[in-house]
């Protein structure tokens, strides 16, 4: 089959591959209805993250189960399905806390930007809907699987509340969908920091309440303006630089708490500043898995659609322009047909 | 009257200060109880902390109200208090959040290491009982102005709910403390990491349930084992190092928290490191005064002794031995008769 390869920094390519197959009696095959290219594949695409070999790109999966293994019991040919980007056998203690991300088997999804892929850990990943979802609902499930598990996840360990004051620090797509998230938990106030009017115009439209374009400095001083020098309760961090972590600290109050979701590249923090601060702060990859039979459930009611987050569509084949798209910032998130 | 005074690193001394006078028509004067030293007070004794000029030193207090600013409301001569070593208005929006301790107005209370106190912001910091209380409350009464409203809030931080399984790093008294707070709080399972003899008996008497006096990589290692490899549900930090932040970062598990009360000294945290670790954190000078009244109940019904901490009680006078022993770790907590 064909899948889309990261061969260095700026070289991704649509080409052959092997066919998934299952390697452990855990595993499953699924036929992808979809495929997408996330914000976290421009790391190492932008050669800020160190690439090995060539790697098969794609962490972002909904579909049909074609085959399962020997073990696997609860997943079976023919469901639709969608599963987090975090696999996990879903059991083990962290898991049943609620922490599917730091499963003890935890393995990072790979090779979904193609049309069939190899879910490990099956069982524990997946979750299958009763019916077969109508087509339109496709790109909605699919933005589950991380880009809407991630934003509910900032929003969920920003502690957000019915009535909180939030900031969302970041607009790309993981930022909109914590916009959403917030909406949806009941926040009173969404404060979206963006500079693009388009990026703008789809925040307003997954809830955001206030627009701020200023950056840095002024960016804090507008938001402390706004909430009369008190700052944010709840902030959401979805970028990962120095940059915007320490937007996320300015304008989060004390006792405040701040969801951050965007892989730190390059940040530290120096332990006076936090402490003085009195900031709550939780991070980490999403677990997703935690979240997806409400998300799924919100989606088959038609309460959400995360999908509007996906403004361009490209068959697999031009995969290289998708990323290209995403890395100059003419598209927020490019979903592929595969 | 005779303040404890500290010129320079390891230079303490009992000398001839100036009388406490009402600067401000929000401040009060109290007559000491008594006064004790804190844990924080050997950071500029040993030197690790920058001292500019002499400094009269005491934070923690509590005692008899003998005259008021012409602005204050609630509190009156003749009545007992008890305040945090944060002075805060409890009005402004941080204090109504509960984060007392980031007052718009805070400032950090000094010279009550002698028989006479200043206590600016009367008001929001003190809280009077109802009747005096007897002479053997008043250490317990002293331990809730900063060491037990802090151990409380890393309990409080550290979310400690009934049931939890609970590490408390650091056998000062704050982590003594700490370990109170969290048998208070119902954990169900409270290991004390301490390699002190005296300190693992009190810690015992506390509600510790388990002690480990390894440290370090042999520390975590043992409290991995204890709690089958998946670590603590909350973990209290009270010393403020790195090798303590690494300890608490290392034994509590994936979505737990740790609640850092030590003022950190060097210590930096790296982004990705925390990202991956999914710890949630909260830290900060405590806000006692959100504590006070529930704390000076207890205290008052009998429930809780925190003052049995002190296990050494010196005239002002020898206020130099006092320090003396606590660097040197042969006291844990030093009293101050004044």
Known sequence: ?????????????????????????????????????????????????????????????????????????????????????????????????????????????????????????????????????????????????????????????????????????????VGLMGVLAAREMGAGRIIAMSRHETRQKLAREFGATDIVSERAEEGVRRILDMTDGVGADSVLECVGTMESMDQALAVSRPGGTIGYVGVPHDVSFEGQRLFFGQRRMLGGPAPVRRFLPDLMDRVLKGLIQPGKVFDLELPLAQVAEGYKAMDERRAVKVMLRV
Not at 107 to 123: H, K, N, T, W
């Open 1 to 173: 089959m064909l899948g889309a390869v990261l061969h260095k920094a700026g070289d991704i390519r649509c080409e052959q591959v092997d066919d998934p197959k299952i390697l452990k009696p855990t595993d499953a095959i699924i036929k992808l209805s979809a495929s997408c290219i996330c914000g976290s594949d421009l790391w190492p695409y932008r050669g800020l993250q160190p690439l090995g070999e060539p790697t098969h790109m794609g962490h972002e999966y909904c579909g049909v189960v074609v085959e399962v293994g020997s073990e696997v019991r609860t997943i079976r040919p023919g469901q639709f399905v969608v599963g987090s980007f975090c696999l996990s056998d879903n059991t083990c203690p962290h898991c049943r806390y609620g922490f599917q991300s730091s499963c003890v088997q935890r393995e990072f999804m790979l090779g979904a930007q193609a049309p069939y892929a190899r879910v490990p850990l099956a069982d524990g990943t997946l979750v299958a809907t009763e019916e077969m979802p109508s087509d339109d609902l496709v790109p909605h499930m699919l933005a589950v699987s991380d880009v809407l598990g991630t934003g509910w996840y900032a929003a969920d360990a920003a502690q957000v509340k019915p009535g909180s004051t939030v900031v969302v620090v970041g607009d790309g797509a």
